[in-house]
């Protein structure tokens, strides 16, 4: 049942042409950080559902190509918010919405932390929403911002699309010779999101302790 289930849900995605998947991925992405649509739906959820359909390492390095220039994208787009109307956006509804002790969090983190707050930020819930925006508010350098966004990018959707794309290409290989085949892919999927939630809960502590210090 459970084989069946995966199969219908991998078959689907597949039947995707890649390149809607790509761009659905890096549109998501974009949209993540430059609208704080990540606050809401956060994009590491589209990414493995589009890393699923991945059937070779060509097309995984494409998606992580174009998932790295959607989240580019989305952190250039809310520095710049935040260079020319930050303050305003901040007091605007939507800012009142989002909390000022989000928006203070956040500020506090990048004063303290400067670019390794840029970086540490893309693994931060909120906080990778927020940063661009409290960075661009700073005048901070964009070219800084990006030497520091970048291999943070680059290594946040690597980490995902591997863990989807090794479960579902696991699955592909075992699901037609052995009943227990989903329940790998199941397992995979499972430990890999464990293993980041951990991570993230972790840094998320670490991070909180030192703003606090």
């Avoid at 949209?31 to 097309?59: N, Q, R």
């Avoid at 930020?121 to 909120?126: A, D, H, K, W």
Wanted: glycine share 10%.
């Amino acid at each position: 049942m459970l084989n069946d289930v995966l199969t219908a849900i991998l078959d689907f995605v597949e039947g995707v042409a890649p390149w809607l998947r790509i761009l659905i991925a890096s549109v998501a992405i974009a949209l993540e950080t430059s609208v704080l649509i990540g606050l809401i739906v956060p994009g590491d959820t589209i990414v493995i559902v589009s890393a699923m359909g991945v059937t070779s390492v060509l097309e995984g390095v494409i998606l992580g190509l174009f998932v790295v220039l959607g989240a580019l994208v989305g952190e250039s787009i809310g520095y710049a918010i935040g260079w020319w109307v930050g303050p305003h956006f901040r007091a605007s509804r939507v800012g009142r919405w989002i909390g000022e002790k989000n928006w203070q969090r956040a500020e506090n983190y990048f004063e303290r932390r400067g670019g390794i707050a840029i970086f540490l930020s893309r693994f931060l819930p909120v906080m990778h929403s927020l940063v661009p925006m409290i960075v661009g508010m700073s005048k901070y350098s964009y070219r800084r911002f990006l030497a520091w966004t970048i291999p943070a990018c680059v290594l946040w959707s690597g980490i995902y699309i591997t863990i989807s794309a090794s479960a579902a290409g696991t699955y592909r290989e075992l699901g037609s010779s052995a009943h227990y085949a989903g329940y790998v892919f199941v397992g995979i999927i499972v430990a890999g999101l464990l293993l980041l939630f951990a991570g993230k809960k972790l840094l998320q502590w670490r991070e909180a302790r030192h703003m606090k210090d």
